[in-house]
């Protein structure tokens, strides 16, 4: 999901920009309240920060499709620091990322929307719903991780379709989406394995390290 | 002595190095490149506006000292924040 500089007309950067600031601007107030409120807080944003920052650069082959691509860690990162804040620590991953040649600068807001806020938000609201009907919580964290990672790839295609093909964006979208799925669903159920695997380590050892409270950052309630 | 946070790190180490090594592996007997698909749908999608190409505007780590080493410090350095603060949070009592 990392879109390079140069793809992207700069009408739509500046949209994706500015559907992203609000995001990051309530991030880094909840972040601000949680290192207030618990010691743990700052320790546990650092390693979902590094976290996210390796596991969406890691390129893992997919012998299958013949190519490689990566996860995207935020749905594991929201469910244990909230979606808020994690939406602050992908923006400063996908800035180092580039510098590691992956996505770019005028694309930066582009990047955050899909990975950081679609694939945050969409993974958590599957991992509050499954809660509500008591699902185990190893299995809501999984489908959080797989239904987050899937929804970034298909909302960079439509980022692409909008800005390169304003003419057939439909088709377009659905032709992006189906260039990514081959490679993107065996890593979605990698995403679930390691998902549902930390979290559920997480609320077995710290239970009270978990978000808890509702879109919001971190409570030890 | 190795302790139990420790033999866990290891084995999660190798078995993911062997998933990466098997997966590279099978794509190379494959005859397959093994590129990257954010940039094999990003260069489709190029070529069907005009005047459209990917650049960079800023010098990537990685033309510099190549990916295989760029990626392999950028690992390291994040393995450690992760590893150290995991172990503060997470560690037994008894390994500690």
């Given at each position: 999901?990392?879109?390079?500089?140069?793809?992207?007309?700069?009408?739509?950067?500046?949209?994706?920009?500015?559907?992203?600031?609000?995001?990051?601007?309530?991030?880094?107030?909840?972040?601000?309240?949680?290192?207030?409120?618990?010691?743990?807080?700052?320790?546990?944003?650092?390693?979902?920060?590094?976290?996210?920052?390796?596991?969406?650069?890691?390129?893992?082959?997919?012998?299958?499709?013949?190519?490689?691509?990566?996860?995207?860690?935020?749905?594991?990162?929201?469910?244990?620091?909230?979606?808020?804040?994690?939406?602050?620590?992908?923006?400063?991953?996908?800035?180092?990322?580039?510098?590691?040649?992956?996505?770019?600068?005028?694309?930066?807001?582009?990047?955050?929307?899909?990975?950081?806020?679609?694939?945050?938000?969409?993974?958590?609201?599957?991992?509050?719903?499954?809660?509500?009907?008591?699902?185990?919580?190893?299995?809501?964290?999984?489908?959080?991780?797989?239904?987050?990672?899937?929804?970034?790839?298909?909302?960079?295609?439509?980022?692409?379709?909008?800005?390169?093909?304003?003419?057939?964006?439909?088709?377009?979208?659905?032709?992006?989406?189906?260039?990514?799925?081959?490679?993107?669903?065996?890593?979605?159920?990698?995403?679930?394995?390691?998902?549902?695997?930390?979290?559920?380590?997480?609320?077995?050892?710290?239970?009270?390290?978990?978000?808890?409270?509702?879109?919001?950052?971190?409570?030890?309630? | 002595?190795?302790?139990?946070?420790?033999?866990?790190?290891?084995?999660?180490?190798?078995?993911?190095?062997?998933?990466?090594?098997?997966?590279?592996?099978?794509?190379?007997?494959?005859?397959?490149?093994?590129?990257?698909?954010?940039?094999?749908?990003?260069?489709?999608a190029a070529s069907t506006a005009a005047n459209v190409e990917a650049?960079?505007?800023?010098?990537?780590?990685?033309?510099?000292?190549?990916?295989?080493?760029?990626?392999?410090?950028?690992?390291?350095?994040?393995?450690?924040?992760?590893?150290?603060?995991?172990?503060?949070?997470?560690?037994?009592?008894?390994?500690?």
């Open positions: 999901m990392h879109i390079s500089d140069g793809i992207l007309a700069p009408e739509w950067c500046l949209v994706w920009f500015a559907i992203a600031i609000p995001f990051i601007a309530v991030g880094v107030w909840q972040i601000k309240r949680g290192t207030k409120e618990s010691a743990s807080y700052l320790p546990m944003l650092a390693m979902m920060g590094a976290a996210i920052f390796v596991i969406a650069v890691w390129h893992i082959p997919v012998p299958v499709t013949g190519s490689c691509s990566h996860p995207i860690g935020t749905p594991m990162s929201a469910i244990i620091v909230g979606p808020f804040p994690t939406v602050v620590l992908s923006a400063i991953a996908l800035f180092f990322h580039v510098f590691f040649g992956h996505g770019g600068l005028t694309t930066l807001g582009a990047n955050i929307v899909s990975m950081g806020i679609v694939g945050t938000f969409s993974g958590y609201l599957v991992y509050l719903l499954l809660m509500k009907v008591k699902s185990p919580l190893w299995f809501a964290a999984g489908m959080a991780g797989f239904v987050g990672a899937i929804l970034t790839y298909i909302i960079t295609a439509l980022e692409l379709a909008l800005s390169l093909n304003p003419d057939s964006v439909l088709s377009h979208w659905v032709l992006y989406s189906m260039g990514f799925m081959p490679t993107q669903l065996p890593l979605a159920i990698a995403e679930f394995i390691f998902t549902a695997g930390i979290v559920q380590y997480i609320a077995d050892r710290r239970p009270d390290l978990l978000a808890k409270k509702l879109w919001g950052g971190f409570s030890s309630d | 002595m190795i302790d139990r946070f420790t033999k866990t790190a290891l084995v999660l180490m190798v078995v993911i190095t062997a998933i990466f090594l098997i997966g590279a592996y099978l794509g190379y007997i494959g005859g397959h490149g093994m590129e990257g698909t954010d940039a094999m749908v990003e260069e489709h650049t960079s505007l800023v010098p990537a780590i990685t033309d510099l000292v190549g990916e295989p080493l760029g990626f392999t410090i950028a690992g390291i350095v994040a393995g450690l924040i992760v590893g150290y603060i995991w172990t503060g949070l997470f560690r037994r009592q008894e390994d500690a």
